[in-house]
């Protein structure tokens, strides 16, 4: 398996823009996590879901954010409109949650907002 | 909620010598501690990790003690290297049958130095 794979990589937009992100989790696992990472607040947890469903979204800061997952095996994270303050590296990670915790990142975006 | 602290901030060493990281968190139903290893421009990745009913596991170079009644844990890196080099996030969760969701800690800044 490749892993969770997530794009772009790098973004970089202009303060006012709509911004997606996108992932696609390991095959096979039912949870799905999207974290924020700053310097100033660590490693926060956005949202996650669980068999496709959102189960807890109190991570979210604003309604600028949104996410969905349409599907097992991909889901995105929308910010509308972005502000500098978004600026931030944003994973997503998938666990099997049957089994045990253990969750698997995906290799991040890094957000630039202008 | 579940709230982790993690010292040091930072923490230097020489090639060779031992690496200490230490973790405390806060709510006793906790029963999950994962240690994830962040090299640069990745995503974390589980190193080891150890649930309640164990004092101490150890993988290689890398070592887990948990003290429930304490409510702290610990990472242990010994004959540290190079490639040690990287930051570490502890974490903290309720495991199957709870919340398995991970509180993080703020993360370790390990440098090791040829």
């Known amino acids: 398996d490749a892993g969770v794979i997530q794009s772009p990589r790098h973004e970089v937009t202009e303060m006012g823009q709509e911004v997606t992100l996108r992932c696609k989790p390991i095959s096979g696992h039912n949870s799905l996590f999207w974290y924020r990472q700053t310097m100033m607040r660590g490693l926060e947890l956005l949202i996650y879901f669980n068999n496709n469903v959102p189960i807890d979204d109190s991570g979210m800061p604003e309604d600028r954010f949104s996410a969905k997952m349409p599907n097992a095996s991909f889901s995105t994270l929308k910010i509308q409109p972005s502000e500098p303050r978004d600026s931030a590296v944003y994973f997503c990670a998938s666990s099997p949650r049957d089994t045990d915790n253990e969750q698997f990142f995906g290799p991040g975006t890094r957000l630039t907002v202008l | 909620g579940e709230n982790v602290e993690q010292h040091p901030s930072t923490l230097s060493v020489q090639e060779g010598d031992s690496a200490v990281i230490k973790c405390t968190y806060s709510d006793s139903a906790s029963n999950y501690f994962p240690w994830y290893k962040q090299e640069l421009g990745k995503g974390p990745q589980l190193i080891i990790d150890?649930?309640?009913?164990?004092g101490e596991k150890k993988d290689q170079r890398i070592a887990v003690t948990l003290n429930k009644t304490a409510k702290h844990f610990s990472l242990h890196i010994t004959e540290t290297q190079p490639e040690d080099s990287a930051v570490y996030f502890c974490a903290a969760s309720e495991g199957p049958g709870g919340s398995y969701i991970p509180t993080f800690g703020r993360g370790t800044s390990l440098i090791v130095h040829p």
């Open positions: 150890i649930r309640s009913n164990v």
